[in-house]
């Protein structure tokens, strides 16, 4: 991409869109195109289609989508896969008709077998079934993946796909009822720390043993990375985006206890499950063109802590 190429960033106030905005203008990319939901809708084919008409991006970064954790999963599940394929089929096809000369899909672990062997390659795509509780997320999300694939087979597109493994970072969803577990840890602990500075004893209870292990990248590496990407990378098959390491999630609630300044009791409930036991990516392939993540993931906490403390009251619209 050029200084002054037309990029067109979708869901560009989400955790992953408001990273890609930060870093390409950090970059001094400044023909930047966004829309809110307001004046876009993304799920109209109609919509997009003359939006992409009109404006004539050159680049697209394909953020938009709906995200949740395990209950907003559970619980609306038909929304998962029928707000994910629309949005990502209505993006892609007008991309095509509109010429965009490269597109970036963004998807998720979640898209790889639930008993996948671990670390997880790209190749382990397809390979078993998948996880139940985002299943209809993942399908979505595989959909997206084949669909650019197949575009650039039939059609000759430039459209790769990235999987990021768990994301965090400012503009995280903090809201416990469809978090995903760091936000929701911290979130938890803060609201116990200023209970018991209140006054209030309010012990942390956090689910399982704390024995599974995950991975965890901030979103402004993530950034970082899928602008490299954007400019180094053209194969018709997937890449990882991680950081290669994983901790238990009791190693990853001692930390943000620690960050969040928590001196209470922390109960692990084992009547409640743990999940998967390990989900790792293998991200050598992304090492080998060059990329790796600078933020570790204490600092990173550290400052998503702190972005939460300030705003997370405040209307961050």
């Known amino acids: 991409m050029n200084k002054d190429s037309k990029i067109y960033v979708s869901g560009h106030r989400g955790l992953v869109g408001r990273a890609v905005m930060r870093r390409l203008k ?15 809708d993304l799920k109209s084919q109609e919509a997009v289609r003359e939006f992409f008409m009109a404006e004539r991006p050159e680049y697209v970064f394909l953020a938009a989508a709906k995200v949740g954790g395990i209950m907003a999963n559970n619980t609306y599940p038909a929304e ?94 903090f809201d416990l009822n469809n978090s995903h577990v760091l936000p929701a840890l911290i979130k938890k602990f803060h609201d116990s720390k200023i209970a018991m500075e209140r006054g209030v004893k309010s012990p942390v209870v956090l689910w399982g043993t704390g024995s599974p292990c995950r991975e965890f990248l901030h979103v402004d590496d993530l950034a970082d990375a899928l602008l490299f990407l954007m400019d180094k990378y053209n194969d018709n098959v997937t890449i990882n985006v991680g950081t290669g390491t994983d901790q238990t999630i009791a190693e990853l609630a001692g930390i943000v206890k620690e960050v969040v300044g928590f001196k209470g009791e922390v109960i692990w409930d084992t009547t409640k499950p743990d999940g998967t036991p390990r989900k790792l990516l293998d991200t050598s392939k992304l090492t080998k063109l060059g990329w790796s993540p600078k933020i570790t993931l204490r600092e990173g906490i550290k400052s998503t802590y702190d972005w939460f403390c300030k705003n997370y009251d405040n209307n961050i619209e």
């Open 80 to 173: 998962f896969i029928y707000d994910n394929l629309v949005i990502e089929t209505n993006v892609v096809h007008s991309a095509y008709l509109s010429g965009v000369k490269k597109l970036l899909f963004l998807g998720s672990s979640c898209i790889y077998p639930k008993f996948a062997p671990q670390p997880m390659k790209e190749e382990h795509l397809l390979t078993g079934i998948l996880e139940p509780t985002n299943e209809p997320y993942a399908i979505a999300k595989i959909a997206g993946i084949i669909l650019c694939q197949s575009y650039n087979r039939q059609y000759g597109t430039g459209y790769i796909s990235a999987m990021p493994t768990n994301l965090y970072g400012p503009y995280d969803n």
């Open 26 to 40: 950090a970059g001094g990319y400044s023909n930047i195109v966004v829309r809110g939901r307001e004046e876009l």
